[in-house]
């Protein structure tokens, strides 16, 4: 028996490929067939997205991700304009 056969390398994890060559080789192959990807990706994410949906506090992370994106991307408004929002003035 070998002394190297009980020693593990974590830069060759996947079948001697380190991780960023296994990650850029799929890369690769997803881009060489983006419709087969998608084809095999949906159904995976869609099993995830049910799975995520039993958990819960995931309805209430959704909302306050959906609230946080609506108040994030909110500009001035005509009312904001009307009280001198968007200009500099002097503060009392």
Do not use: C
């Amino acid at each position: 028996m070998s002394k190297d056969k009980g020693r593990h390398n974590d830069s060759d994890d996947f079948a001697g490929i380190s991780r960023g060559g296994a990650a850029f080789l799929v890369t690769v192959v997803a881009l060489g067939h983006p419709w087969r990807t998608l084809k095999e990706l949906l159904p995976m994410v869609r099993r995830l997205g049910l799975q995520a949906l039993k958990l819960p506090l995931v309805p209430f992370a959704l909302v306050a991700a959906m609230l946080w994106s609506r108040r994030k991307n909110r500009g001035l408004t005509f009312e904001d304009y009307l009280h001198g929002f968007g200009e500099e003035r002097d503060q009392p």
